[in-house]
């Protein structure tokens, strides 16, 4: 028996997952605009990998407070109501319209005193973020982010630089989504559907350092194709007015952190382009190596005798 069957769910074919309150439409095709939410079949938006995922991951410790951003059309907050039945969910979305389904599956499962669904917020509105947050948890502490919203780089930024501080010691932020600039397919063709877009990249790389600069913020960063899942640190407090970009140490390196533009001919395999840098990195990297080199320093003499030689015949 798997986890997802010992919280009471089960799947009835390869895309309907049941469980005592409702069942979902587990689709990620064109099927996830066709199809309209109810409250008695959601349409779920995340790959039957992800939801095994989230029941394996947190089976022994369900998370009691929760935060999703990005309601969509409703059916991951009600997964996790029916995964965890926690005690308090916030769900915050960018759209102004109330998802009806989900409002009326809350009334329902007599949830309207812990689900609560905040709409017409932007992710990347610290303020509003911060308020929706403290109106629903008070003091407590969240055990469980999930950004699952509108998936670009800037604003995944700021959503973390704001909510990352509310996430108990111990607890867990994670990412969906994050890899779509690399994944194949469809994602690759004439520069993904957001060819304008910075890939999110960027954000990976700058956890990862804040996990080594940072330990006591960050614990650890595990990455998947779906998946970024940030552990926060023992650290009882962010320092105020806490910004990613400028918490981790680089020993004056630079890093790329805005993402990158589409290079040319863009949706295409690394070909003729990247071969040639490839191979002009490799020379110079030889290069820089003879001239460190102990034959480099000792030849050195006899090379600018030669050139002075060669100077004077050209004379």
Known sequence: MGDLERAGLSWSDEVTLVSPRTTFAVVIDERTQELDSRPDRFV?????????WYARRFADRPPATL???????GGSVA??????????LLAVDLQPTPVDA????VRQVDGTDRVRSTYGTDQADAAAMRRAITEQFSAEPIDLVVDDAC???PETRALFNAVFAFVRPGGTYVIEDWGWAHWPGIWQKDGGPWPDKPAMTGIALELCMLAASRPDLVASVEITSTFIIVTKGEAAEVPPGFDLSSSYWTAGRTFLEAGFP?????????AAAGNEAARIGKLEAELRALRSSTSWRVTEPMRRLGDYLRSRRRG
């Open 151 to 153: 998936h670009f780089l």
């Open 67 to 73: 935060l999703e951003v990005g309601i969509f059309k």
């Open 44 to 52: 779920l938006v995340k790959t039957r990998e992800m939801l095994e």
């Open 79 to 88: 997964f996790f109501e029916e995964l965890w039945h926690p005690k308090r």
């Open 102 to 105: 989900l409002d009326e599956y």
């Open 262 to 270: 589409p290079a040319p001919g863009r949706g295409e395999a690394p």
